[in-house]
């Protein structure tokens, strides 16, 4: 009996580890393909919004398509050749450098209130929403907003006229000295509070021993700020000036809903977008998208090599 036994569980031994190892390779399966199953939807998604998008962009930036007709007609590089040659598209890049001027004006300020509200004070999570809270608000509703405030008589002259300034109220959006300094000013109140929140937190993650050592040697803000908090938030300064770099030079939103980039405030962008949807040039509108595309990256290249990822760090001794 007990030679029965034996033989019978010698029998089913290998079938029963055989069942137990391919489980245990189903299982490293499902581990392994799991991460790809979670990034299967995001990367479809990208693929088609963005990617065959862009890829399209480019094919179409080499024809005469005017966004209607189902015949595209081949045109080589005769679109980009209008770019550059052509003096009405290519100028308005001029109406950036009002943007990227205001870029630095907003950095600044950010990081100034940023440096302020990290170190002990009253109101400080008060202060903080008051100024990340018009990054919250959608752009056509600062825009409107703002229409408003500038308009003659609106918000800015009613203020200007209470503290006795009246005699310097403008036509802020009429004037074409103004208008774009106006327009730029809208940005950088929209946009600080994005620049602000980098900076408090990359702030906030420097070790609060450096602060007391610095207290104990007898620095002041000023020079803490100097040798602790900006070699310690350096990387976010470097990518805030990639964002507002790039952003200026793509500026669509509040120019259009504000003036139609009527009056010299016309930026490239809806240039861009009046060639294809008033003109009906989408070929050449395409082509313009496609030139902004390739500027931004090299600018970006640009900023990059000049403010490398590992700025601040130091090599260990």
């Not at 089913?12 to 499902?30: K, Q, W």
């Not at 004006?105 to 302020?116: K, R």
């Not at 976010?236 to 009527?262: H, R």
């Amino acid at each position: 009996m007990a030679t029965t036994a034996t033989a019978s569980r010698q029998r089913l031994g290998p079938p029963a580890r055989e069942r137990s190892t391919r489980r245990d390779r189903g299982r490293r399966v499902i581990r392994v393909l799991t991460p790809y199953l979670f990034l299967a939807v995001p990367l479809a998604l990208l693929i088609t919004f963005t990617y065959i998008p862009v890829a399209n962009m480019f094919n179409w930036s080499f024809t005469n398509w005017d966004g209607l007709s189902k015949v595209k007609h081949y045109v080589g590089l005769d679109n980009y050749v209008q770019i550059f040659t052509r003096p009405d598209l290519f100028i308005v890049f001029k109406t950036s450098l009002y943007y990227i001027g205001a870029s630095f004006v907003q950095i600044g300020a950010a990081l100034y209130f940023a440096t302020i509200l990290s170190f002990p004070g009253r109101l400080k999570n008060l202060f903080k929403g008051i100024l990340f809270f018009p990054y919250l608000i959608n752009g056509a509703a600062i825009a409107l907003i703002f229409l408003y405030f500038f308009q003659p008589g609106g918000t800015l002259d009613a203020t200007l006229r209470a503290i006795g300034l009246s005699n310097i109220s403008e036509l802020w959006l009429g004037d074409r000295g103004n208008i774009n300094y106006s327009l730029a000013g809208t940005s950088v109140w929209r946009y600080m509070g994005l620049n602000f929140v980098l900076f408090l937190g990359a702030i906030q993650s420097i070790p609060d021993q450096l602060y007391e050592a610095a207290e104990i040697d007898g620095a002041n803000r000023w020079q803490q700020f100097r040798h602790i908090v900006l070699p310690g938030i350096r990387p976010v300064v470097g990518i805030s000036f990639i964002l507002a770099i790039s952003g200026s030079l793509s500026v669509f939103e509040i120019p259009f809903i504000m003036t139609g980039g009527a009056n010299g405030s016309e930026t490239f962008v809806i240039k861009t977008v009046d060639m294809a949807f008033h003109f009906h040039k989408f070929g050449l509108a395409n082509a313009m998208a496609v030139t902004l595309l390739l500027i931004v990256l090299i600018v970006t290249w640009i900023q990059r090599r000049i403010i490398p990822d590992d700025i601040g760090k130091k090599e260990p001794q």
